[in-house]
C-alpha cells in the first residue's frame, strides 16, 4: 500500500472517531461539541499529557538549529503557509495572537497580511531572534509578549483570533490554559489549532508527543468553546481546528 493512500486512511479514521463530516469536494462542514461521540469522549480522559517530554525533546536540538529547521524551505513545502493565510481569511486590521510563535514563521507572515500580531513564547531567544526580524523588516504592527507555560497573557477581550501552530502538545493543563484564551478573545473571536496528525508521518516530533485530534476538540470544549469546523484536507500532514464561543455564522 502506497504512503498516500494509507496517510489518506488514517485520516479517515480520525473524521469517524470524531464524528466529524467532510464532503467529497473537500468543503468544511461546521460541527457543534455535542456530535462528538462518547468513544472520542473517553479517549480524551484516557490520554495522558506528554507536556514535559515534548519540551525535553524539542530542548535537545540547539536553539540554532531549531530556526533553521523552523524557517527551511522543507517545512514551507508542507506547512503551505499562503494555503494556511488564504484559509483564515481577511486578516487586516485583526489582532491576532501567536501562541508558540518560536522563531516568527507565522507572525512576519500574518504582519505581512495586515494582522496586528503579538508574537508570544515562553523562550527568550525566540523573542530576540523575533526583536531582530521586527527590525530588519521594519515591521511595525508586531510586539513580543513572553508567556509563562500556564498562562496565554492575554487581556480580556484583547484579540480577535489566537492561532497555535505545532505546539499544542507543549501546554500543560490544557484545558485550564484554554480558558484563559477564551477570556482573551472578542465576543466573536476565533482560536485556531494546527498540528500534526497523530500516526507516523514524514515531519513532526514523535507519536507519543503528539496529541490527535478528537482530544484536542474535547479539551477546548472542557474550556468553554463550543462550536468547532475541522479541516482534514488542507494540509497533508496536518489537521486545522478552528472553534468558537459563539455560533459560527
Known amino acids: 500500500m502506497s504512503t498516500s493512500i494509507n496517510l489518506k486512511m488514517k485520516k479517515i479514521a480520525f473524521i469517524l472517531t470524531v464524528t466529524l463530516m467532510v464532503s467529497c469536494n473537500s468543503k468544511l462542514r461546521h460541527t457543534e461539541t455535542s456530535q462528538v461521540s462518547e468513544t472520542a ?18 530542548r535537545q536540538s540547539s536553539m540554532e ?30 489582532t491576532v495572537m501567536d501562541i508558540g510563535a518560536g522563531s ?9 497580511a495586515g494582522a496586528r500580531v503579538i508574537a508570544a513564547d ?22 513580543t509578549r513572553k508567556i509563562p507555560y500556564d498562562d496565554p497573557g492575554l487581556r480580556k477581550e484583547e484579540v480577535d483570533m489566537v492561532l497555535m501552530v505545532n505546539s499544542y502538545h507543549h501546554i500543560e493543563n490544557r484545558p485550564d490554559y484554554f ?23 514524514p515531519v513532526g516530533p514523535p507519536v ?15 474550556a468553554g468553546f463550543t462550536a468547532f469546523v475541522v479541516n482534514v484536507e488542507l494540509l497533508e500532514y496536518q489537521f486545522v ?9
Open 104 to 112: 516568527g514563521y507565522f507572525s512576519v507572515k500574518l504582519a505581512e
Open 208 to 222: 507519543n508527543h503528539k496529541v490527535s485530534m478528537d482530544v484536542v476538540v474535547n479539551e477546548l470544549k472542557e
Open 65 to 94: 538549529d531549531l530556526i533553521r529547521r523552523f524557517e527551511s524551505p522543507e517545512r514551507d513545502a508542507y506547512q503551505q503557509p499562503q494555503k494556511v493565510l488564504e484559509h483564515l481569511g481577511e486578516l487586516k486590521g485583526k
Open 41 to 58: 469522549h473517553k479517549h480524551a480522559q484516557e490520554e495522558p499529557s506528554d507536556h514535559s517530554t515534548a519540551n525535553e525533546y524539542m
Open 241 to 249: 481546528i478552528r472553534a468558537k464561543f459563539t455560533a459560527f455564522k
Open 179 to 201: 480558558a484563559k484564551v477564551r477570556k482573551g478573545m472578542k465576543p466573536d473571536g476565533e482560536l485556531v489549532i494546527i498540528d500534526y496528525f497523530k500516526f507516523e508521518i
Open 122 to 143: 515562553v523562550d527568550d531567544e525566540f523573542q530576540e531572534f523575533i526583536q531582530r526580524r521586527i527590525r530588519e523588516n521594519d515591521l511595525s504592527n508586531i510586539e
